[in-house]
């Protein structure tokens, strides 16, 4: 069966800390797509990233990392240095025959 | 660029009501998603079209839901007999898909159900 599991219900730190958000997943497929979404306050889900399981090199973008470790069927998520504006819930998916599959999120709480 | 658009933004009804819901998809994608998403929860699917045609439908979406994408654009949501288990916020995706391979969703704001 396939399944996404973000252990982590909520986090908080303070602004300027790194923070890594846990993804795990489980899949029978030999070929799968993972995703990073973020869901603001406001409610609108916003792509962050996308990762297919042939590529196993680390993904950065500014502040945020992934890493994708096939051996321990995670992607996990860095924040470097966080910011106020980062505060929202980030969800872990997995594409499941043009479905997505998702975890339960993380809600990320960034103090000034 | 406009991204995908949901209306209305947040429903009211009453238990028994029907609603409808509309989703109009970034111009050029050829597919269209529905989720639904409880508080706290993650999104779960429901339907998928590529251009008009439904290819799949979770066992979520029973006999009193129903979507269609009647010319490939824009889509419509309809739930019958609302029940207060269907309030969620219910979100459209779409894709711009081909050649078999997995593609971006993107997603619109949803539309927030409320039954009373």
């Known amino acids: 069966a396939q399944k996404v599991t973000q252990a982590q219900t909520e986090i908080s730190v303070v602004e300027k800390e790194d923070v890594t958000l846990d993804c795990v997943y489980e899949?029978?497929?030999?070929?799968?797509?993972l995703f990073w979404y973020k869901q603001p306050p406001s409610g609108e889900l916003v792509f962050l990233i996308r990762?297919?399981?042939?590529d196993e090199q680390n993904e950065i973008s500014g502040r945020y990392s992934w890493n994708f470790q096939k051996s321990t069927s995670s992607f996990n998520f860095t924040i470097t240095a966080s910011q106020v504006v980062d505060s929202a819930v980030y969800f872990c998916?997995?594409?499941?025959?043009?479905?997505?599959?998702w975890g339960a999120g993380t809600k990320l709480i960034i103090k000034p | 660029d406009t991204g995908v658009s949901q209306n209305p933004r947040h429903k009211i009804t009453k238990r028994g009501q029907n609603v409808t819901f509309r989703c109009d998809p970034i111009?050029?994608?050829?597919?269209l998603y529905w989720y639904r998403q409880t508080l706290g929860q993650g999104p779960e699917f429901l339907t998928y079209?590529?251009?008009?045609?439904?290819?799949?439908k979770s066992r979520l979406l029973s006999d009193r839901f129903s979507a269609e994408r009647p010319k490939g654009s824009f889509s419509t949501l309809e739930i019958q007999r609302t029940e207060q288990g269907d309030s969620a916020m219910y979100l459209c995706?779409?894709?711009?898909?081909?050649?078999?391979?997995?593609?971006?969703?993107?997603f619109g704001p949803g539309t927030r159900l409320t039954v009373l």
């Open positions: 995706a779409s894709s711009l898909g081909g050649g078999g391979a997995v593609d971006t969703q993107y």
């Open positions: 111009s050029e994608h050829n597919r």
């Open positions: 079209f590529q251009n008009e045609a439904q290819l799949e």
């Open positions: 899949t029978r497929d030999t070929t799968y797509y």
């Open positions: 990762r297919n399981s042939f």
């Open positions: 998916a997995l594409d499941s025959n043009y479905q997505l599959i």
